[in-house]
């Protein structure tokens, strides 16, 4: 219920973490007094925006002093609102350029491995995004079931969201703690309720803020009472009750979901590819499963590419001619169908966010992996030890 998400929250004052900016000559000193708003600064000048290294004290207020290096500085290399159609991910200058569009939303969807003891909502509230909402995957998610965070119902996906604020009109970049980890999953979970119009935020808060972006430290109360809503909401359809107005309507695309029963069938049939995005270790069998009680192994017929190869050493997302060596070398054909797999349905989505900057955008994610494939007595399991 509400209460339980809020007892998991740290309050505290609302501040704002800046960067604190060279000691300027008397000269630009004076200049910073005389200060315009960055959106109306792009607006007469083609878009230029104040260089990073000079413009630290800026970038979340969205002013900027009045001196000639603004005049000369970058160009930004995105018109606003022009958010990529065949790209999965933006960039956190393009973000930044366009924070401030009324119909495009943040979502801050951190979510971490329970063996990494870190807490997703405390994080959001030392530091996020300014005006980022905050998704709670684990509580976002079908309550009927023992596997963690599984695609909750169309009715509780749709009543969760509203809650939140997010309208159908939304343009939505979702990003997390890590730099690319569990926003991939949020974004498989929107374009799989028929919402396209998402993207993630590559290199995520790391990249951000290593662009030296600001961030907000704790959340306004109307941010943690969405958040505390949306986690309501899901409680009451879940136990047959009404909820609040629905703002967002959903169009299920079951074609981006498979089941266990859908990946069994395909073992025979090999009509799709399944490729899980486990480590290697996990994936022949040799080391254990960070879950109690599930099998060491992987699914007949699978092929392994752990979803870290997705992604560069600062987390964002590799250039397309990389990720399709990464896809030739084990032996995947792009030509043909894939489905993606991991442990709990959340780095297989990496995979899938890869798989469409290739052009293959209707990839298929197990939804159950691992946890629930390797948790059955029944289902037929492979290890380095049995092939």
């Avoid at 207020?61 to 005049?71: K, L, V």
């Avoid at 080391?287 to 997705?310: D, L, T, Y």
């Avoid at 780095?347 to 293959?360: F, M, N």
């Avoid at 494939?373 to 289902?379: I, L």
């Amino acid at each position: 219920m509400a209460s339980s998400f809020l007892t998991k929250i740290l309050l505290g004052p609302r501040s704002i973490i800046t960067h604190h900016p060279p000691i300027l000559s008397s000269f630009f000193s004076v200049r910073i007094a005389f200060c315009i708003p960055n959106f109306i600064w792009k607006r007469l000048f083609s878009i230029q925006t104040v260089p990073t290294s000079t413009a630290q004290n800026t970038k979340l207020t969205g002013w900027a002093p009045c001196m000639a290096s603004s005049i000369v500085g970058r160009r930004a290399a995105y018109s606003t609102r022009s958010a990529p159609t065949n790209e999965p991910v933006v960039s956190v200058d393009w973000l930044y350029d366009n924070l401030k569009e009324p119909d495009i939303k943040v979502v801050d969807a951190s979510w971490y491995m329970p063996d990494e003891q870190r807490n997703p909502i405390q994080e959001y509230q030392v530091a996020h995004i300014p005006g980022a909402l905050f998704f709670d995957v684990d509580g976002i998610a079908d309550r009927t079931t023992k596997l963690p965070h599984m695609l909750p119902s169309e009715e509780a996906f749709a009543a969760a969201v509203s809650a939140l604020g997010i309208q159908n009109k939304d343009d939505l970049v979702v990003y997390d703690g890590k730099g690319l980890f569990s926003a991939a999953r949020v974004w498989w979970m929107f374009r799989v309720f028929g919402h396209d119009r998402i993207w993630v935020l590559d290199g995520g808060l790391p990249r951000w803020r290593a662009s030296g972006y600001d961030v907000e430290s704790s959340a306004s109360s109307d941010a943690i009472l969405k958040a505390s809503a949306a986690s309501e909401a899901i409680e009451k359809v879940y136990q047959g009750q009404a909820v609040g107005p629905i703002t967002f309507e959903t169009k299920f695309q079951p074609h981006l979901v498979w089941s266990l029963e859908q990946v069994t069938r395909n073992i025979d049939e090999q009509s799709h590819q399944l490729i899980d995005a486990r480590s290697k270790p996990r994936f022949d069998g040799t080391a254990p499963e960070p879950r109690k009680g599930i099998r060491s192994g992987h699914v007949p017929g699978s092929k392994c590419i752990p979803f870290a190869q997705m992604l560069d050493g600062s987390q964002t997302l590799l250039p397309a001619d990389d990720l399709k060596k990464r896809f030739d070398q084990e032996g995947i054909s792009l030509e043909s169908p894939v489905v993606t797999s991991c442990g709990t349905g959340v780095t297989a989505c990496i995979l899938a966010l890869g798989l469409h900057r290739l052009g293959k955008t209707n990839v298929p994610v197990y939804d159950g992996s691992w946890s629930e494939w390797g948790a059955q007595s029944d289902t037929p399991v492979e290890s380095s030890q049995t092939e």
